[in-house]
């Protein structure tokens, strides 16, 4: 039977501080442990957040291009459409001044008795061929009457001889166009029920509307937008 010998104090003190040494190497190799996984952790948790911060970074400039971007194209449409729209209304202006100059110029059309009279003779037959009556009356300023009377007698001739039938055209004295007419006349038929208005200021209006297209061709050339003509 084996004999059990009792350790001596320096024994026990031996045991003892390799015991400690022996916890507190594992105890240090426990912490280095625990701090390289923290690290770790840690590492992979900041390039986590970095990647998230980046991306936000990234997409709000991403929406910050996009806003000046679309901020910018507004800005351009913008000035275009002010610009377009001064430049359209320059050009009605000029028109309206071409028109109104034109509206001015009326009254020269009666000066020259000769000429004049040639007017009224190409207006009237105008009249005697759309209505093609026996009879019709045609008005005009009180001023303009013995000029219309040699003109009356050029148009009855010329729409026989055009047309082969006789026209009997009279002035309505009972009413005459207002003196502030630029000159002209109307041609009224079937009995008044029929009125053609061949005064100045009719031609005028209705070239304004007919001749438009090609005043504008002329002063501004073709507008590429057009997709029909007359």
Known sequence: MSQVHAL????????????????????????????????????????????????????????RLKQAAMSQQITRSTVANKTRLKVLAARQQLLD???????????????????????????????????????????ARKADYDVLKDAIKDAEAEYKTKTGKETKVTIDEEIALPEESSGGLLIVGSQGKIEINNTFEERLRLLQTSALPAVREALFGKNPNRKFFD
């Open 8 to 63: 001596s104090d320096d024994q026990v003190g031996q045991e003892l501080r390799k015991m400690t040494a022996f916890i507190k190497q594992e105890a240090l190799e426990k912490a280095r442990e625990i701090e390289i996984k923290a690290n770790e952790e840690f590492s992979i948790e900041k390039s986590k957040l970095v990647r998230q911060e980046t991306d936000a970074i990234d997409e709000a400039h991403a929406k």
């Open 97 to 139: 001044d071409i028109f109104a100059d034109a509206s001015k110029r009326l009254p020269d059309g009666a000066k020259d008795p000769a000429k004049y009279r040639e007017i009224l003779k190409n207006l009237l037959l105008e009249g005697l061929y759309a209505l093609v009556e026996p009879e019709v009356q045609a008005r």
